[in-house]
């Protein structure tokens, strides 16, 4: 597979997952007003853009 082709698929990958996040974080807000609220401004948990034990697996050229 070429180097293009994994780089349009990784940005389709992240753009699904900021997609969802935000959904959640949306939900969270309209449900529980002050904690939601506290839940966005202080991330809980660092957002890793790509995980490379993904990438291994999943972009391996079949064998």
Do not use: C, K, N
């Amino acid at each position: 597979m070429l180097h293009h082709e994994l780089h349009r698929i990784r940005e389709a990958e992240l753009l699904r997952e900021a997609a969802a996040q935000r959904l959640v974080r949306e939900a969270a807000r309209s449900r529980g007003g002050r904690s939601a609220g506290h839940e966005d401004g202080g991330r809980v948990r660092p957002v890793r853009r790509w995980r490379g034990h993904r990438s291994s697996r999943s972009y391996r050229t079949a064998a």
